[in-house]
């Protein structure tokens, strides 16, 4: 080898340590997060419509992620990789890892729950889906002593909404004996987090698609915090009826919806499903 070419070799050597120290720098730069505006009381200000189709779950990066599934069967019709029946939204459109983790004596339910969900899904009896399925809410007014939430209809869902007090009272003694779809919240600020606790829910909705029951013995915390205009959701759902440990959806992103023109459209009518005269087991 010639001096020269041992020169050059060396110095592109170099350059490409440069580049990869440099490239390195910028990756571990973590972006820096901005601040939420605040109320007058000083409290981060969570006003505001939220995602552009009232913050369901397609503004969540993980769940848009695509799972491989088995191959199709020679007589499948539409059917790719992607898929494990013919055109099984109800599979294609799980895209975490992260699942609920039930006691051993619930796996045969889960799994029948999961085969039957087009006669077995809460969604086709015209309730509420409760939480964590309804997802971040879809507008938010915020006041010094409580906060609403409004859930835009869809799914199945009607449009809902939920009035929690964050003047740091306890869950009232009475209501917490109920069964109800959102059961008795209270909220409180731990820092720039709200943190909603929800006790006395019903055993009617489910967690997820997928067959994720609930048992009456449910109790969730919510958490929602604001970063500039994006606001993030996160729920942990403590069910020892039915799970081994809580279980912790991972957070959700959900967009601020700036638009002047922005608003919550009437949910139509809930139409109850003909089960009696379902015979495919195609889901929805």
């Given at each position: 080898m010639t001096l020269k070419r041992a020169h050059l070799l060396a110095a592109t050597a170099l350059l490409a340590a440069a580049f990869a120290t440099n490239a390195l720098a910028q990756a571990s730069a973590a972006p820096a997060k901005q601040p939420p505006p605040r109320t007058a009381d000083g409290k981060p200000d969570l006003n505001g419509m939220w995602g552009g189709r009232g913050g369901d779950d397609d503004d969540n990066v993980e769940f848009n992620r695509i799972m491989d599934s088995r191959r199709c069967a020679p007589t499948q019709f539409e059917c790719d990789e992607r898929t494990n029946q013919s055109i099984d939204g109800e599979f294609t459109a799980r895209t975490g890892m992260n699942r609920p983790l039930y006691k051993p004596e619930f796996w045969d339910r889960v799994q029948y729950l999961d085969m039957n969900t087009n006669k077995e899904d809460p969604i086709f009896a015209c309730q509420s889906s409760g939480v964590p399925r309804v997802g971040a809410p879809a507008r938010i007014v915020q006041n010094?002593?409580?906060?609403?939430?409004?859930?835009?209809?869809?799914?199945?869902?009607?449009?809902?909404?939920?009035?929690?007090?964050?003047?740091?009272?306890?869950?009232?003694?009475?209501?917490?004996?109920?069964?109800?779809?959102?059961?008795?919240?209270?909220?409180?600020?731990?820092?720039?987090?709200?943190?909603?606790?929800?006790?006395?829910?019903?055993?009617?909705?489910?967690?997820?698609?997928?067959?994720?029951?609930?048992?009456?013995?449910?109790?969730?915390?919510?958490?929602?915090?604001?970063?500039?205009?994006?606001?993030?959701?996160?729920?942990?759902?403590?069910?020892?009826?039915?799970?081994?440990?809580?279980?912790?959806?991972?957070?959700?992103?959900?967009?601020?919806?700036?638009?002047?023109?922005?608003?919550?459209?009437?949910?139509?009518?809930c139409k109850d499903y003909d089960m009696a005269n379902m015979v495919s087991q195609i889901r929805h």
């Open positions: 010094a002593n409580d906060i609403i939430f409004f859930y835009r209809a869809g799914n199945g869902s009607p449009a809902d909404y939920r009035v929690i007090p964050t003047d740091g009272r306890p869950h009232d003694p009475v209501r917490s004996l109920d069964v109800t779809f959102y059961g008795d919240s209270v909220g409180k600020w731990d820092g720039d987090v709200l943190v909603v606790d929800s006790v006395g829910l019903n055993d009617l909705t489910w967690m997820d698609k997928g067959g994720f029951f609930t048992s009456d013995q449910k109790h969730t915390i919510e958490r929602l915090w604001r970063e500039g205009d994006t606001l993030l959701y996160q729920v942990t759902v403590d069910d020892p009826g039915v799970l081994v440990e809580p279980w912790v959806m991972p957070a959700r992103r959900v967009p601020l919806n700036a638009s002047p023109k922005a608003y919550l459209p009437e949910g139509v009518p």
